[in-house]
């Protein structure tokens, strides 16, 4: 099935009952399509995908539908997780995902055998059920730092495109794991991961694979991705490098009461080490309501990377292992039985009695919404890449639609991701539309969004120093209280084009916890702050991040 032929129980045709402010209903594509995925039209299936002006002023993205997952997903095919394929898709399926990556940890009996064994479970499932988008991933060992996930669409050499990047260019399993200021191979072991994203890319221009995309995984869990590496990777293929994680999985970790007093969210549990970049602060191991401090400090390294005018994707997932209060455990191994020699761990067994875990089922509390023009494993992708990107916690917002636009303009504006261009000292307006929360989640709470801010930084270009993590012209200018509001309404919210060049994001949350930012009351007033160790009820402090959108400011 092409992305352009739309599967038979897709409607042909979308009345305007259906459409809201996300542009398509995605309760009404639920209703046509079942628990699990969306098909859809929007208007013409020629429709070019995230088309927009590139020459003119002004811009004008396509109205999209929003697909919510999780790339970051384990199974018995990762050596420390512990349910079955078919575990993981039923829950993915009960909490509205429609689409998701199995991730699995980079190991030889995964290369060797999972991978395969894997394959063939994922490619039974699509035929089983198109309705799920299920993509074939790995976690990548990135040489001489942290984790990714590297997927790639579905087709006959995503397999072998994995199994082969495992092999060639896994910082575990080449003993390329040092990256130390003393460590002898850093540089080796950093230009190897650099080597290793430009080859995903070759596979990609060269069509031995239709797509392939790479995500950096809890940036800032152990400090050993530098700012300046992160910088590397995303310049060594820009289309294929494209975000990281903004917030992590592990976010129950630290429920009262669960794990021990000294547990934090995501279980960013750590301390500077050897290993760690020198010119992290301390502070920089935490998570702020359950985000990275890479993303959620106001002016930090992700606005100081988004300050040089180039788009880099936040995203949030589970990375479910093990579930909290879960009963499961793993199974026994049979005799002469290992991961090595199996790539797969046994069937886990039921024993009726909360077992240790960290993580929530995927879409359980973490989710990402990806806004797409058809429904479709590349659609995801292309969406994902262009940054079509909001990410909620314990499902906050039911949609979110932002578009910006010249008050001179008619359509539709530019969306997350795009780019707009104006004259210096035009008026221009962020339109911010909400949905608000319908129905209770998980924990059996309806979320309540209480307050939306507009963040906004200017765009200088590349940074001379490029180990720079912070962007001192972003800052917190305006806050929209919405403590009330209900069902679907938009923010209207004028902005003028100064002298540069700039972007603007988004954040809001339920209001229950917050604070003076990292940086300081001047640059955010009331931003997530840590929770107290052992202390982080993640139901309890609840956000929503948005992708930027980039003003490109032009001659008057």
Partial sequence: MTEQQLPSWADPAVSPADLDAQGVSRRGLLRRAGLFGAAFALGSAATPAFASSRHGL????????YLVGDHHVHSVYSHDAKYTFSQQAQAAARFGLDWMVFNEHSNFGHAYYGAKLEHAEILEARRENPRQLIFQGLEWY???????????????????????????YDGKLLGYDKGGAADADTARNEAHA??????????????????????ANHPLRLGIDSPREMRDWRDAAPEIMIGMEGAPGAQGAAI????????????????PSAQSWAGYPADAYLTYGGFDWATATVGGLWDAMLSEGRLFTVTTNSDNHRTVFDTWKNGDWLPGQNFD??????????????????DFWPGEFSRTHVGVTRYGYRAVMAGLRAGRVWLDQGHLLDGLDVRLKRDCDHGNGVTLGGRLRVRKGERITLNVTVTTASRVNAQGILPRLAHVDVIRGAVRGPVSDRETWQAPDT????????????????????????DESFYVRLRGSDGNRHGTGYLGASIDPHGPITHEPGNGDPWADTWFYSNPIFVDVVGS
């Fill in 58 to 65: 002004g811009g004008d993205d396509p109205r999209l539908a």
């Fill in 142 to 168: 990135i040489p001489a730092a942290e984790h990714a996930t590297v997927f790639a669409a579905p087709g006959r050499h995503e397999t072998d495109l994995l199994t082969r990047f495992e092999l060639a």
């Fill in 194 to 215: 650099v080597k290793a994203i430009r080859w995903l890319a070759e596979q990609r221009r060269t069509g031995y694979v239709d797509d392939v995309l790479v995500l």
């Fill in 256 to 271: 009262p009461g669960w794990r021990g007093t000294t547990s934090i969210r995501g279980e960013y549990e750590n301390k």
């Fill in 341 to 358: 020699n199996t790539g797969r761990l046994p069937d886990p067994v039921n024993t009726d009695t909360p077992q240790p875990g960290s």
């Fill in 475 to 498: 800052r917190v200018v305006q806050t929209e209280d919405v403590s009330g509001r209900k069902g679907t309404y938009t923010l209207r919210i004028p902005l003028t084009a100064g």
